[in-house]
């Protein structure tokens, strides 16, 4: 007898959800316009869904729709913030940038590019729970520290980090905060003004919106520097002509989750504990990983002592 297929890659890609497909069919359709070119009335009507889309993926992060900068996804929000913050810097007094150890490589490849030229980039590491401490931060950031990049919460182990205490020190110093959000928003409360930040990224795919598209909030573009070059679109930060439809179930899928972020949340985190706990019950040596009192509430992190986790998985290939 076939066994169900059981996805539990969600940190990895979630599916699009049903109502985000139906929010963009029309732009496949009927409304196929340019947004750039809003003489005639299909630019008008594509321009006017990226307002909308706009407004949507602002309200989910508690931001203003002028703050919002819609990219390809999170990889190029992640290069824009650190890239385009670093181009604009060069040369100038504050030439240090603090990351953590288990940042995405869309964050540590940028800041090795712009330590090729000349920046000074500390990498701090994490407690066994993979959490950053404070006071580590503390040390290292001055008035020559540019940014700060640290993510919301690990992909991998769930851990969720102290955005809003670190944010506190950086403005201490004048630093930037960028927070590479994509594995929070959609799965918890996130607010821009709440945690402190300067600039935060997000992707769609992981909120089960399409592929292919996300946004960089920032407080003020005057401090990036594009980093695609072209026809002026987004505010002059990012060249390229609209992805309207991606765009559209982008903000479709910030709609669709706040209203049911919080229950969704305590939902999830209710069935991982169950699962965790029967887990254990019935293999004991079963070991948890991350912050268990700070970690995503969909997210578990298991370690099978002396099973190699590629070889359990390829026996349960349903999974």
């Known amino acids: 007898m076939m066994r169900q297929e059981v996805y539990l890659d969600y940190n ?42 706009r407004e949507e993926v602002a309200a989910l992060i508690g931001a203003q729709p002028r703050e ?68 580590s931060v503390r040390e290292v950031i001055d008035e020559r520290t540019l940014l700060l990049s640290v993510h919301a919460a690990n992909n991998e182990i769930g851990t969720i980090q102290p955005i809003r205490e670190i944010s506190v020190i950086a403005q201490t110093y ?8 994509a594995q929070a928003v959609g799965k918890i409360e996130v607010d821009v003004d709440e ?26 573009t005057s401090w990036l520097e594009p980093i695609l070059l072209g026809g002026g679109q987004e505010g002059g930060i990012r060249a390229g002509t609209s992805n309207v439809s991606a765009i559209v179930g982008l903000g479709a ?25 029967n887990l254990m019950r019935a293999i004991p040596i079963l070991q948890r990983n991350g912050n268990l009192a700070q970690r995503l509430p969909n997210t578990s992190s298991l370690t099978f002592p002396k099973i190699d986790a590629d070889a359990l998985l390829l026996n349960i290939p349903h999974i």
């Open 12 to 53: 990895a890609t979630t599916p699009c959800a049903p109502e985000v497909i139906e929010r963009m069919l029309p732009f496949f359709r009927e409304i196929y316009g340019n947004p750039s070119n809003t003489r005639h009335l299909q630019g008008r009507r594509a321009a006017k869904a990226l307002d909308q889309a």
């Open 68 to 135: 919002i900068i819609f990219t390809n996804g999170a990889t190029e929000s992640n290069n824009l913030a650190i890239l385009g913050l670093g181009y604009r810097a060069q040369g100038g007094k504050r030439n240090r940038i603090v990351i953590s150890a288990i940042e995405h490589k869309a964050v540590l490849e940028p800041c090795k590019a712009l330590q090729r030229i000349g920046f000074d980039v500390i990498i701090l590491p994490v407690d066994a729970t993979g959490r950053l401490n404070i006071e």
């Open 174 to 181: 004048g630093a930037l905060l960028h927070c590479d959000a």
């Open 195 to 220: 945690w402190g930040v300067d600039l935060l990224s997000l992707s769609g795919h992981k909120l089960y919106g399409p592929k292919g598209v996300g946004a960089l909030f920032t407080r003020s």
């Open 253 to 277: 899928a910030c709609h669709l989750c706040k209203p049911l972020l919080a229950d969704e949340a305590r939902t999830l985190a209710t069935l991982r504990d169950y699962l965790e706990a």
